[in-house]
């Protein structure tokens, strides 16, 4: 399988099991990247971007990255509370007062983050139309009351996540999500990381190959199937079904919570900038009070609905270090996704770290596992 890019001297075990995922784990097309104290120490990428056609991974290949993305919109969230725009503390409804209905007056914005807010699906069942237009998902939480008290207990809201903390953030700045991260960072940094894949950029995304027999899920009644498919409306992953996470229409719009396209290099690009700065480009996006505050852990534990506690720990929208998510230490924030895309950065080890692949498997793979292993040992951590 071929293979492209480099490692800095010292990082070589990032390159050996960056090639190892290829020979012993299953990896189809992927690529890796590592930012050390702001500056890049590994870029690494190969294999197929597309099954059906042979075309190569390249340097600039992009890849869905699924719920890698709520990490991309907290941090959206996050730089306007910076700049005295948000407060993460005070209710939605001062951003967004048609919220505060059926329960909501209270729920904040950081409760969203940590998936407290009893939002986790829609009660109503949306058509792909009126997803993609947006509006029509926001007026239906207007309506919506909580499944429980907000703020007394924890269930992924995967993509109502998105649409809570889009809003705001729309409300407040006049822009969807997708353009504010263009205008905040994205533009400037040079980033292929969207929210909302623009569509002369579609045609060029690694294609997400499924495994075999498909992903089972529960019943179409089950909660988390809700979730993951919007009452029936999405299909999970669906790299080849007109209503799946992978079709043109559903790629284009804009998920927050569960949609964009990165390439590696733009997740440990935009966490890096997050936590140590790029050098000679981009001082420190997120100030030492900031960092500290999305690392206290707010949520762990089962979930509402009896999913048992798996390891997950979450602070402020970002995945921390924990078993079911391995990082480097307690400075580390981040976020994954279906399939095993993963962006995470840590200011006390200065790192950035972006990854991103295109063949789906078990619950059993473990490939970035290994990529941090071998960061975490280049490292001396």
């Known amino acids: 399988m071929e293979h492209g890019g480099w490692a800095d001297e010292g990082y070589g ?12 784990r299953g990896e189809l097309g992927a690529a890796v990247t590592v930012f050390v104290d702001g500056r890049e120490v590994a870029d690494l990428w190969g294999g197929i971007a597309d099954e059906r056609t042979g075309r190569p991974w390249e340097k600039d290949t ?21 700049e005295g725009k948000l407060d993460l503390d005070a209710p939605v409804a001062r951003y967004w007062p048609e919220f505060a209905r059926h329960g909501k007056e209270r729920i904040t914005t950081r409760t969203v983050l940590a998936h407290r807010a009893g939002l986790p699906a829609l009660d109503r069942t949306p058509s792909l139309a009126e997803i993609t237009a947006w509006t029509p998902v926001v007026r239906a939480l207007e309506e919506q009351e909580p499944l429980w008290e907000p703020g007394e207990a924890i269930e992924y809201h995967g993509h109502t996540f998105g649409f809570l ?51 089972p899920l529960p019943p179409a009644d089950s909660l988390i199937t809700r979730i993951l498919t919007m009452n029936g409306a999405l299909v999970f992953p669906g790299t080849d079904d007109p209503h799946g996470y ?34 000679g480009v981009v001082p420190r996006l997120l100030s030492r009070n900031t960092l500290d505050d999305i690392v206290r852990e707010l949520s762990s534990g089962p979930s509402w609905s009896g999913i048992p506690d798996l390891g997950t720990r979450w602070g402020t929208g970002f995945k921390l270090d924990c078993p079911s998510c391995p990082m480097l230490g307690p400075r580390s924030f981040g976020h994954d996704g279906a399939g095993g ?39 001396g951590a």
């Open 165 to 215: 903390v889009g809003e705001v953030i729309r409300r407040i700045t006049g822009l969807t999500p997708g353009a504010y991260l263009r205008r905040a960072v994205a533009d400037e940094l040079g980033l292929r990381t969207w929210i909302g894949v623009p569509e002369e950029e579609i045609p060029r995304l690694a294609r997400v190959k499924e495994p075999d027999g498909g992903i």
């Open 13 to 24: 075990a990032v390159a050996d099991a960056f090639r190892r995922n290829f020979s012993e």
């Open 341 to 379: 895309p993963m962006g995470f950065g840590d200011d006390e080890y200065g790192v950035g770290f972006g990854y991103v692949a295109n063949h789906m498997l078990g619950s059993d793979d473990d490939r970035v596992d290994h990529l941090v292993a071998a960061v975490r040992k280049c490292l």
């Open 62 to 82: 992009a890849a869905p990255i699924f719920s890698a993305v709520k990490g991309v919109t907290t941090l959206c969230a996050l730089l306007l509370d910076q």
């Open 246 to 279: 992978g079709s043109p229409r559903v790629l284009a719009a804009e998920f927050p919570g569960a949609g964009g396209a990165s390439t590696a290099r733009g997740l440990a690009t935009l966490y890096a900038a997050a936590a140590t700065g790029i050098d």
